[in-house]
């Protein structure tokens, strides 16, 4: 199979699986608004500092503070939005890569015709009389080393 067919076969998986593009203008719109929200946070963060210090007034200081409380707010749930939304399109499309090689090895390991009467979650059924490891029948092989090492 050449590169080009797996590449339109993985891409037409992904559209078989109804996945989202994460390129959407809704991911990307909050995406953006957390990366506002971050900034909002510190620059409010920054400005409240210098209002607390400027006046003896307790209660301008309290407005001062109360802005300040406010931009570290805006800054955490502005890094809460940004990661959740750039961490959902890496594992949105690592989900679909996982899924596609599973798949993938899935039919490399079983044959694409399974004969009639054999089961379809492993191995072929053998005799109940072989031993598994080669093959043979248990009364046609003769055992050497099952009474341990010969005497001296």
Do not use: C
């Amino acid at each position: 199979m050449t590169q080009d067919a797996r590449a339109d076969r993985f891409v037409r998986d992904i559209a078989d699986l109804k996945i989202p593009d994460p390129a959407t203008a809704r991911n990307a719109l909050w995406l953006r608004t957390g990366v506002l929200l971050m900034l909002a946070g510190l620059v409010l963060g920054a400005l409240a500092f210098p209002l607390a210090h400027a006046t003896d007034s307790t209660l301008g200081q309290g407005d001062a503070l109360a802005i300040g409380l406010g931009g570290v707010s805006a800054a955490v749930v502005g890094a809460a939005l940004f990661l959740r939304y750039s961490l959902t399109g890496f594992l949105r499309f690592w989900l679909a890569r996982q899924s596609y090689d599973i798949e993938r090895l899935g039919d490399r390991l079983t044959p694409l015709t399974l004969p009639e009467g054999e089961p379809h979650h492993g191995a072929p059924r053998a005799d109940p009389g072989t031993d598994p490891r080669d093959g043979t029948r248990a009364d046609a092989r003769t055992d050497t080393h099952a009474a341990g090492p010969a005497p001296r």
